[in-house]
């Protein structure tokens, strides 16, 4: 599990960048203000402020094997705790800052601290506009006071931070509330409406909008007084997602890939269609590309077997006399030199155990059979209620790059949720559907798409 610190607009896209590069991330967001954390299955969440003994507790109970610092480039204290928590737990912290946006070209005045700021924005005599957060404001209000300047705080729509704003002595009617980032037209407005002629920011980058701040108060014959970001720390800081991904696989190396394979009409043919074409009983030839509710679908095996006499023992028999298909056997040769290969099914153990042993495959992971006194199948219990999925995201979580290979309806949420999935014969619903993922139509394709895949996660 990685611990992802987040809080700010990236975190989304770290965070599912993250997942899937094949490890589990909690998201951890300070506050309850709504914000976009991804949508994996290997993504999961939680809100509330940590001091560094909670988050120390967060690390040994959620077993972190990584800290990774999303937070917004200001939040020195919460990098500083992390660092400090990483360091304490022996487990290795990085830090994503978003790139600055204000350069030597831009004609502002640069401080270091929110008290260089204060002194500077108010020796002008004009209306001063803070568009810096809550957290620091008192400093300004006193300055504001002693100069006898005005003031105004544009802040998070948040009553936390209106709450921050009048506890630091600045009137409600001084303050204006938003949610970033702001055009420069808006900004433009606000400059004018209240007649400012210095504007303080941070330089929070592109995605915190600071380009529009600097171009409207350019417009407006507005002075701006930026105060510059804090030192980050010296080691583990990334400046672009590809070299936070390849810093955690240094830090953190995942083991071999996973190839998870749909076992019908990938590896062997068709179970219930063979066993159709055996006995005469054509219905029983039905699978998902036909009836997509897959527990439908069983009721209606169930129902037909019973009817014609079909034991257990007596579809076992049919089955011990399938084959793979063809080239199934020397591919998976292939393919277990290379990687971990584990079948990933909705049939059953009991039912296609036969023709399973003839792949030399060990690892499968299917469903079970209930058989009543008499011999027959009396219904079935899941792997997982999250079926393919769920054994996919195991093996994520345990901190494989899992591969998946299916063809039909039921193997949807096993692609999308493994690292790379790949789509064998599939039918036209299944291509329209599915169109962001690769196609292959035998197996010779698919080992030279496993093989590209397998290239570009070295």
């Known amino acids: 599990m990685i611990l992802l610190l987040g809080g700010t607009g990236e975190s989304a896209a770290v965070a599912e960048a993250i997942a899937g590069a094949g490890y589990q991330v909690l998201v951890s967001v300070a506050t309850d203000v709504p914000l976009a954390t991804g949508s994996h299955a290997n993504l999961y969440q939680r809100s509330g402020r940590l001091s560094e003994e909670a988050m120390t507790s967060l690390v040994r109970q959620r077993h972190i094997r990584a800290i990774v610092d999303v937070t917004h480039p200001y939040a020195s204290e919460v990098r500083a705790t992390a660092a400090n928590v990483a360091e304490r737990m022996h487990i290795p912290y990085l830090t994503y800052v978003r790139p600055a946006s204000v350069g030597g070209e831009d004609d502002v005045g640069h401080v270091a601290t929110h008290s260089q700021a204060a002194q500077a924005a ?124 390849g810093g955690l696989r240094h830090c953190l190396p995942t083991s071999p890939p996973v190839v998870a394979f749909d076992l019908e009409s990938v590896l062997v043919p068709e179970i219930w269609q063979t066993v159709a074409q055996v006995t005469g009983v054509h219905d029983l030839a039905l699978t998902t590309r036909d009836i997509a509710d897959y527990d439908a679908l069983m009721r209606e095996r169930m129902k037909l077997c019973r009817a014609h006499g079909l034991t257990l023992a007596r579809l076992r028999e049919i089955v011990g006399t399938m084959e793979p298909l063809p080239g199934a056997v020397e591919f998976l040769a292939w ?74 309806y039921n193997d949807v949420t096993m692609l999308k949720t493994a690292n790379n999935g790949i789509l064998f014969t599939p039918c036209s619903g299944l291509v329209e559907s599915l169109s962001e993922l690769p196609i292959v139509w035998n197996l010779q394709e698919l080992k030279a798409e496993l093989h590209k895949c397998l290239t570009e996660i070295l």
């Open 122 to 245: 108010f020796a002008h005599g004009k209306p001063v506009l803070l568009t810096i957060g809550s957290k620091h404001v008192a400093a300004y209000v006193a300055e504001a006071r002693r100069a006898n300047v005005p003031i105004m705080a544009r802040v998070l729509d948040h009553p936390d931070s209106v709450r921050a704003c009048c506890e630091a002595g600045l009137p409600e009617d001084c303050i204006v509330t938003g949610r970033g980032p702001f055009s420069v037209e808006q900004n433009r407005r606000l400059l004018r409406q209240f007649e400012i002629g210095v504007l303080v920011t941070k330089d929070s980058g592109d995605r915190g909008g600071v380009r529009e701040k600097l171009e409207a108060a350019r417009l407006e014959g507005c002075q701006v007084i930026v105060v510059d970001r804090p030192e980050l720390p010296t080691s583990g800081t990334c400046g672009s997602l590809p070299e936070l991904i």
């Open 335 to 408: 393919v277990q030199e290379r990687m971990l290969a584990v079948i990933v099914s909705d049939t059953y153990h009991e039912l296609a155990g036969p023709v399973v042993e003839k792949l030399g495959c060990s690892l499968m992971v299917c469903n079970g059979l209930i058989v009543d006194e008499e011999g027959y199948i009396s219904g079935h219990h899941p792997h997982h209620v999250r079926g393919k999925a769920a054994a996919v995201a195991h093996f994520q979580q345990l901190g494989f790059h899992v591969f998946a290979v299916g063809d039909s």
